[in-house]
């Protein structure tokens, strides 16, 4: 049985009456990025220009080098306020998200799921998802709910049910981060989910583990959109996305599909220097 705590499909939108924004919605790229400039907050330009449409449904992955400006990109996309977009849009089903706050953001559906996620002591896993998913979805969950919700999708991660009265990241050994952040993921039911090297440090058990976790979120919401930023090829075997991109120097210097990644893999990112300027 299907367990759907936060929004409406869009089905289920449309029989509540097709309102202009519905169509507004549907007519628009799911996550569309113009022109995208982000600087530190000390002026330093990091992404230099970065177009790119993630469609309803897609997976996209955006591969470069060490500090080619990947996770400048995702924090400045989720709203972070160490960095500033100075120039370009997003649009996130048509609405341009740059001047949202963080947690407007969030409530939207952009979600991130970070590269080193902190560690929040005193708070529980439980009760850090039951006010992130309240927050999400506008409405009260009750505890039980959010049990029933996090016990499925435990057991569909393989993580023990007692990890949700642990604190949120303390002492959590790589893995269980990972994974946490993809349970994080399925009870929120992000429109796009930003995945910063969700797959480093995982054995190849874990690795598949965190594959199998971000297809089920898409077999349950199958019009969320994924940008997942990796270094491996691995994870990409598991997830077949539908574009990759190669970063370079804050631009993406060229798009294509998996045979992208096997040029990564056999002669590294060197291979697309001095392409497309
Ligand atoms: P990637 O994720 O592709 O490895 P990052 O986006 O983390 O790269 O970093 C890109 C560049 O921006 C690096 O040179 C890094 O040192 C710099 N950078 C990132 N965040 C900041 C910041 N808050 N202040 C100053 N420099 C930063
Ligand atoms: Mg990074």
Request: hydrophobic share 40%; net charge negative.
């Amino acid at each position: 049985m299907t367990r759907h705590i936060c929004g409406d499909t869009h089905d289920e939108a449309i029989e509540n009456g097709a309102t202009a924004h519905t169509i507004q919605i549907m007519a628009a790229p799911l996550f569309e990025l113009t022109d995208v400039h982000v600087a530190t907050t000390d002026g330093t330009e990091i992404v230099k220009g970065v177009d790119l449409v993630v469609n309803v449904g897609e997976v996209h992955a955006l591969m470069g080098p060490n500090g080619c400006g990947k996770s400048t990109l995702a924090s400045a996309l989720a709203g972070n306020p160490d960095y500033e977009i100075t120039q370009g849009s997003v649009k996130l089903h048509g609405d341009d998200i740059v001047d949202w706050d963080p947690d407007v953001r969030a409530k939207a559906g952009v979600f991130l799921a970070f590269q080193y996620p902190q560690a929040i002591p005193g708070v529980s896993v439980r009760n850090f998802l039951q006010q992130a998913v309240q927050a999400r979805t506008g409405k009260d969950v009750s505890t039980i709910e959010i049990y029933m919700a996090l016990s499925e999708w435990m057991d569909t991660l393989n993580m023990d049910t007692a990890f949700m009265d642990r604190f949120l990241n303390e002492g959590f050994s790589g893995g269980e981060k990972k994974r946490n952040e993809i349970l994080q993921m399925a009870l929120l039911e992000p429109e796009i989910a930003l995945l910063d090297e969700t797959d480093s440090g995982l054995d190849i058990d874990a690795l598949r583990v965190v594959a199998d976790g971000v297809q089920a979120v898409r077999g349950r919401k199958p019009d969320m959109g994924v940008l997942t930023i990796t270094h491996y090829q691995r994870l990409l075997d598991h997830l077949q996305p539908d574009h990759v991109h190669i970063m370079s120097d804050g631009r993406i210097v060229t798009s294509g599909g998996m045979e992208l990644v096997e040029t990564v893999e056999s002669e590294g990112f060197d291979a697309f220097a001095g392409v497309g300027g």
